[in-house]
DNA sequence: ATAACTGTGTTAGTGGAATAATACAGTTTC
DNA sequence: GAAACTGTATTATTCCACTAACACAGTTAT
């Protein structure tokens, strides 16, 4: 069964979205992986203190993207090839290291001065 | 005159908070300077394409910082002291990397593995 | 078979973002 | 001083993302 212990919800951003990355980064990180299976949504929705249709919104999108199979009645799992996971983890590093990068060359941040604070800060998330 | 030539609109984020956050890194990166004039409410509008009161949301979320000064009939300016600038930076640069790094981490990418992506990228980003 | 679960679909409410149309007052420029 | 700019304020409206509440149908376990 898939875990959501150490999810943390963050104000700012759709708790679906939150609920998509969550499992796309489990999948990434080896955390989750293919045929596991999913908390129900009423089961999520109750642990993460949201409503069912924002965890059902949450897994259609993963669903309409092949990630998940759904079966009326029955538990939904992850379906994932090595090549999913592969373009999941290309997507997502890019997205995220791209929104970085553009903002700190915006804020006039030399190479050098980002790789101090890539340090700096990957120390300070140590708890995790 | 403050620049909005290479502002690029991106859909996801309010309109009005793009605009602080291109004004808040020009600071940062020294591009926008103390006592620089803004164009006005009307002028930027017709320039980005949007409703006057989105750039009037901005200008004033940014004046009630104490950022900008406003006096009415006179065009708008920046107000700045070599600490406010020294705090934005440390509030900025603070957010993008704690975002980046979690992501990062999250994703159970290691340190060395970080500063690799943040190399190709920077690259990557280089044509601004 | 029945109870308790599962997924799915429909409908409705809420809030924020963005737009729009004005109006008024101060300043700059000529 | 007149015209053309500036900032400020008000009100209403539209639109959509997000969340919520509920009903319905299939599956599983006993």
New binding site residues.
Partial sequence: MISFDNFTMVDG?????QIILHIKRGVIAGTIADGDE??????LSALLG?????V??A??ML?DEGLIA???????CMVLTADTVRSIKLELVAADARTAVRALRQMGISLDEAREILEKYWEGEEEQ
């Fill in positions: 951003s759709p708790i679906y979205q999913l908390p129900s949504r009423r089961v949201v409503n069912p249709n924002t059902q919104k897994y259609k669903e759904s079966h009326s009645g029955a538990k939904s």
